[in-house]
């Protein structure tokens, strides 16, 4: 059976820090990565998606990925309040459908 | 407007009604899917359709049905509605690529007393 495994959190950062989220992954077939941001009562919006191994940049969002270690991570540089959310990762094996982690909540304070 | 769009937004219905949750998408996309979000439950897949004539089984169909009236409309059947299908419900639809993403509707928040 395909896992996503994340730490529930929440993870607390102040503003201005880089936020670290981690996502393991039992399928080592997994072939695309995607991190969700979900705001409490709202939609999960996708921000990120990798896949191949090594880092991914795009604006304060840094994706990462190790397939070796079937690891995937988020950084979030400079963190804001804004960024309060839980965050989805979420694996693909080919053209199957994802599987969802958990989520991590992240709280930012000022 | 949304590209993903699900009616209700809210709903309150007692146990055992029928209830009925729709999807529609402008995205043009084949694939379609139903999740429910449960705190402390993360996402779980309902039904999901990889076009019109096809319909599959998620980890969590029992007591739930779904119609795939056209590439473009997707529905969610509670056949007989109880308290523990209370739950955030989702659509969602991906393009067939194999390294698509989901794209999620607003969501139905279905409460069952």
């Known amino acids: 059976q395909k896992e996503v495994e994340q730490n529930s959190g929440p993870l607390s950062v102040p503003e201005g820090a880089i936020a670290s989220l981690n996502c393991t992954y039992s399928?080592?077939?997994?072939?695309?990565f995607f991190w969700y941001r979900q705001y409490s009562g709202k939609s999960p919006e996708l921000i990120m998606s990798?896949?191949?191994?090594g880092d991914k940049e795009d604006g304060r969002f840094t994706a990462q990925l190790n397939k070796a270690s079937q690891y995937v991570s988020l950084l979030i540089r400079d963190s804001q309040p804004s960024d309060s959310a839980t965050y989805l990762c979420a694996v693909k094996l080919g053209y199957s459908t994802l599987t969802f982690g958990k989520g991590t909540m992240l709280l930012v304070s000022p | 407007d949304a590209d993903v769009t699900q009616t209700p937004r809210n709903r309150i219905t007692k146990t055992g009604k029928r209830i009925m949750l729709e999807c529609s998408q402008t995205?043009?996309?084949?694939?379609m899917y139903w999740y429910r979000q449960d705190p402390g439950l993360g996402l779980r897949l309902i039904y999901y359709s990889f076009d019109v004539k096809d319909i599959n089984k998620g980890e969590i169909s029992d007591g739930y049905s779904v119609s795939r009236q056209a590439q473009a409309k997707f529905s969610l059947s509670l056949e007989s509605a109880i308290p523990n299908q209370t739950a955030l419900y989702f659509c969602a639809t991906s393009a067939r690529e194999r390294n698509s993403p989901l794209h999620f509707g607003n969501g139905t928040r279905l409460t069952v007393t």
């Open positions: 995205k043009g996309h084949d694939r």
């Open positions: 990798i896949y191949s191994n």
């Open positions: 399928d080592r077939g997994s072939q695309s």
